[in-house]
């Protein structure tokens, strides 16, 4: 049957394809349980569940290679995670990458091979991001640091088709009486776009606790707790910049980490120009190891659900110069 549900992260219904695909005993704990086994097609992801007579969810196998299963608190409250090791979900989540980067946070210059792409290879291209080749092994991606513009006049004219990363949204509340007060007291002192732009980033940097989070991120309560993870740090960041009139815009992507690439957000935001940076790592330009996938909120990213244990890199060059 197929199944319109309400999606949170995208505020709109959403279609789940359920297929019963046949009986199975299964055992929990102490006893066997009979089972029906249920495949959930949600948003490009395949999640297989088996639910008792009673309709409960005792175990779930997702694409991200791991198993979910049914226990109780006290089960749950016992589990000795000191050895987790590679085990650690999001370590489990990362995209492996063949070819080693010497020095990510300082790379200027990357040309990668992304395997797995299921969507359309221009898809990948932006100001930064130039799609050179593709084929049924992949799509050859060259990649640039971001680089600051040189100057910005005090006015920035702001073309139509960038206005709309002017808006505030549900989980972007750029509207919002707090995020505007703060955002007038972060940029005070700024000439100029660019310069509020700076003065934002080192703001969120410094004063957002780097802390995992499970959760739908809203900027609005990131002012209000002050922690998170990159998906935090990057909504109140362009919460922060639309406040103060610099259109921003949500990147999503992949970056370079202890030999392999990790899901990771960060914003973008128009001074003149697109330019891009990172305040969760604290970089002005974001390295050439930013490989974006998709821009949005989180209604967007869910398009990389369907991709997760199925994406990887392979390191063609590396450069440390602009050349």
Known sequence: MRIKTFDPMSMATADVMVRALRTESIRLGDKDVDTTVLSMDVQGMRVHSWIDADGQLLRQETPFGWSMEACSADEALKADLSQAGESDLIRRMAVPCAGEIREPRACRRLTVK???????PGDLQTDRQRVTGSDPSGVTLEIRASKKPVSVSTGVEIPEAVRPFLAATPFVQSNHADIKRRAREITSDSANALEAA????RWVYRKVVKDPAV???????VLKQMKGDCNEHTYLYVALARAAGIPAQIRVGLVYVDGVFMFHAWPAVYVGEWYELDPTIGQDEVDATHLGLLEGELGSQMKLMGMVGQLSVEKIAEGYDDE
């Open 114 to 120: 992304l395997k797995g792409w299921n969507q359309p």
């Open 215 to 221: 959760s739908l991120p809203s900027a609005l309560d």
């Open 198 to 201: 700076l003065a934002i980033h």
